[in-house]
């Protein structure tokens, strides 16, 4: 069965370091999503991405964060300056028609 | 605003009791509803959602849920569970838009 993979599982970097988490989606999906989960807390939306542009995004998702699938298949959430609080779980998920299949995440820990 | 709420945040089970876990959203108007499983050190799966029709609706390994509508909840259930259920269950909500919004789970504990 197909499955939508991440990489890396686990991220250490420094607060104000640029960190790109990437995503493989299963291939015929159109629609990717990028979801947070920080340590004891919900799992939040953080953007969609849909025909090559941001369909939305929450109030997370601020100036330091970005999306783009640079060569087509792959789908990166980029983080240009970390700070302490961007130390979470992060999620990607793609899918068709509202079903979203999940990847099994990576874990950041920002120092 | 907008929530989803999952009012057992812990559940403690010996196996073969039955389960049942609560879910309430704050919208109004069509929504569609999912529940979520996530195995510890798993990703999150799929494991029921709700569109449109019966209100009863079957998942996979034996887990059922009821959408009632005039009390804005999605109730998750399954009348015998067994070890291999331990996890942490999400109910989620999308309306309107397709981000999904997750309640903040529930983690399900069945011993032997």
């Known amino acids: 069965e197909p499955e939508v993979t991440q990489t890396p599982s686990h991220q250490v970097t420094q607060m104000g370091q640029e960190v790109i988490l990437r995503c493989v989606p299963i291939?015929?999906?159109?629609?990717f999503y990028w979801y947070r989960q920080i340590l004891g807390q919900k799992v939040e939306f953080l953007v969609s991405?849909?025909?090559?542009?941001?369909?939305?995004k929450s109030e997370i998702f601020d100036d330091q964060f970005s999306v783009e699938r640079p060569d087509g298949s792959n789908f990166t959430l980029k983080i240009r300056s970390t700070k302490l609080e961007d130390s979470a779980m992060y999620f990607c998920?793609?899918?068709?028609?509202?079903?979203?299949?999940f990847g099994p995440g990576t874990r950041l820990t920002v120092t | 605003a907008q929530s989803v709420s999952q009012h057992n945040h812990h559940v403690i089970l010996s196996e073969a009791a039955s389960l049942e876990l609560g879910c309430n959203y704050s919208?109004?108007?069509?929504?569609?509803l999912f529940w979520y499983v996530q195995y510890p050190g798993q990703h999150l799966q799929l494991l029921l959602k709700?569109?449109?029709?019966?209100?009863l609706v079957k998942g996979i390994k034996g887990f059922e849920a009821e959408f009632i509508k005039s009390k804005f909840s999605f109730n998750l259930r399954k009348p015998s569970v067994q070890w291999s259920d331990t996890a942490e269950y999400f109910c989620?909500?999308?309306?309107?838009?397709?981000?999904?919004?997750f309640g903040t789970g529930t983690r399900l504990q069945v011993f032997p």
């Open positions: 991405f849909y025909n090559n542009e941001i369909s939305e």
């Open positions: 291939s015929n999906h159109l629609y």
């Open positions: 919208y109004g108007g069509t929504v569609n």
């Open positions: 709700y569109f449109s029709g019966d209100p």
């Open positions: 989620a909500v999308i309306r309107n838009t397709d981000k999904l919004i």
């Open positions: 998920a793609t899918g068709t028609d509202y079903e979203q299949y």
